[in-house]
């Protein structure tokens, strides 16, 4: 059963890089594994989509957040990474992983998902 | 401001009927498949229904999804005091190029 675990700071200072790793276990990132993303949650308020991509290459993100935002995978480690940069305490949010199950684009769904992880941007 | 519409439910007692609502646009729902999330308090959102109106393994025939046009909706019937959660519906944007949520529709029964 593909389950997901993010990890990393819970606290991260304004201006600075937020960086989250998500390990996946129950199956290995592949080509039968390919697509994963991001998805954050503010405190109280409602899921806004980070960005997904393919492991070997595609990805799509957020316009919003597009000039800050990279993801990348370590396929060795079977694990996702997310780095945002300048945060500011608008970044404060759960984040989660989650594997879009047919592509990155299109009409694809989000499952499963990771627990989430809180963090906050505060100095 | 989200690029979906989800208008508030009105709370609902054990046992009815409840739909909620998903209004998008042509970019969106207009030419894309919608899914739709379950959250509980403190908890990831869970998948209840992809491609309009499936239904993952697991999911009980009491949720059903529907779309038409530019709208979506997700109906619970036979509601259960364990249904009161918030609820989402997500598409693929094709003009934003990304996924789009809806704000989210808290669902209290009563």
């Known amino acids: 059963q593909l389950q997901l675990q993010e990890s990393g700071p819970g606290l991260v200072k304004p201006s600075e890089t937020l960086s989250l790793t998500c390990t996946v276990s129950g199956a290995s990132i592949s080509r039968n594994n390919p697509y994963w993303g991001w998805i954050r949650q503010p405190p109280g308020k409602g899921l806004e989509w980070i960005g997904s991509?393919?492991?070997?290459?595609?990805?799509y993100y957020n316009p919003s957040l597009k000039s800050r935002v990279s993801m990348s995978v370590d396929v060795s480690k079977n694990q996702l990474s997310l780095r945002l940069t300048s945060v500011t305490a608008a970044d404060t949010a759960v984040y989660y992983c989650a594997r879009p199950a047919t592509g990155v684009s299109g009409g694809s769904w989000f499952d499963p998902w990771g627990l989430g992880i809180l963090v906050t941007v505060s100095s | 401001q989200s690029v979906l519409t989800q208008p508030p439910s009105p709370s609902a007692t054990p046992g009815q009927r409840v739909t909620i609502f998903c209004l998008g646009g042509s970019s969106n729902i207009g030419r894309n498949d919608v899914c739709w999330y379950q959250q509980f308090p403190g908890a990831a959102p869970k998948l209840l229904i992809y491609k309009n109106n499936q239904r993952p393994s697991g999911v009980p025939d009491r949720f059903s999804g529907s779309k038409s046009g530019t709208s979506a909706s997700l109906a619970i019937s036979g509601l259960r005091s364990e249904d009161e959660a918030d609820y989402y519906c997500a598409a693929w944007d094709d003009s934003l190029n990304g996924v789009v949520f809806g704000g989210g529709t808290k669902l209290t029964v009563l």
């Open positions: 991509f393919y492991y070997g290459g595609s990805t």
